[in-house]
T-cell receptor, first 114, second 111 residues
Framework: DVKVTQSSRYLVKRTGEKVFLECVQD?????MFWYRQDPGLGLRLIYF???????EKGDIPEGYSVSREKKERFSLILESASTNQTSMYLCASTGGAGGRGKLFFGSGTQLSVL | LAKTTQPISMDSYEGQEVNITCSHN???????ITWYQQFPSQGPRFIIQ???TKVTNEVASLFIPADRKSSTLSLPRVSLSDTAVYYCLVGDPQAGTALIFGKGTTLSVSS
């Protein structure tokens, strides 16, 4: 069974802290995505990657960076967390013969920045 | 990038058929139309995908007219457990491009 695993389900951080959100997929997918979800705003794309070491900005990249050193892992970094980054963060992947056309999502990380 | 427009919310009763329409006027030739379902505190999950005409699987049907500028997700005989947010996504998941979601449709099913 396909799996996208996010490192933490809940996370509480202080303003100004550097925060790492990790995502690992076991499907050998080329494409990986980071979204944030806030009430009434749907899913908004932060960054995506279509290959190792490749990254592209989505709609709301400000305040975030990403890293993809290995194909299976895509990390989202908040360089200096702020309260307006309190949100649900969702990682997704797609690609490969078995996953064509389907985005597979992780369970999400609920981040609270105090 | 194709933008999508869906109704914000819909209400239904158990046993009814529900049709949710999505508009995507600037869909590109290589774009597919994919629908996802999301329950609270979970990531979205795939329901159905199509390119043109009609697609049916065990949970839903997807109707796409010839011009592909819209699509309709049809849920037959909904139950309380179908209460969720439904997203229409237009794009080519294999192209290495951004996949932009709209705001989704909140479906509420009552008994």
């Amino acid at each position: 069974d396909v799996k996208v695993t996010q490192s933490s389900r809940y996370l509480v951080k202080r303003t100004g802290e550097k925060v790492f959100l990790e995502c690992v997929q076991d499907m050998d997918h080329e494409n990986m995505f980071w979204y944030r979800q806030d009430p009434g705003l749907g899913l908004r794309l932060i960054y995506f990657s279509y290959d190792v070491k490749m990254k592209e900005k989505g709609d709301i990249p400000e305040g975030y960076s990403v890293s993809r050193e290995k194909k299976e892992r895509f990390s989202l970094i908040l360089e200096s967390a702020s309260t307006n980054q309190t949100s649900m963060y969702l990682c997704a992947s797609t690609g490969g013969a078995g996953g064509r056309g389907k985005l597979f999502f992780g369970s999400g990380t609920q981040l609270s920045v105090l | 990038l194709a933008k999508t427009t869906q109704p914000i919310s819909m209400d239904s009763y158990e046993g009814q058929e529900v049709n949710i329409t999505c508009s995507h006027n600037n869909i590109a030739t290589n774009d597919y139309i994919t629908w996802y379902q999301q329950f609270p505190s979970q990531g979205p999950r795939f329901i159905i995908q199509g390119y043109k005409t009609k697609v049916t699987n065990e949970v839903a049907s997807l109707f796409i007219p010839a011009d592909r500028k819209s699509s309709t997700l049809s849920l037959p005989r909904v139950s309380l457990s179908d209460t969720a947010v439904y997203y229409c996504l237009v794009g080519d998941p294999q192209a290495g491009t951004a996949l932009i979601f709209g705001k989704g449709t909140t479906l509420s099913v009552s008994s």
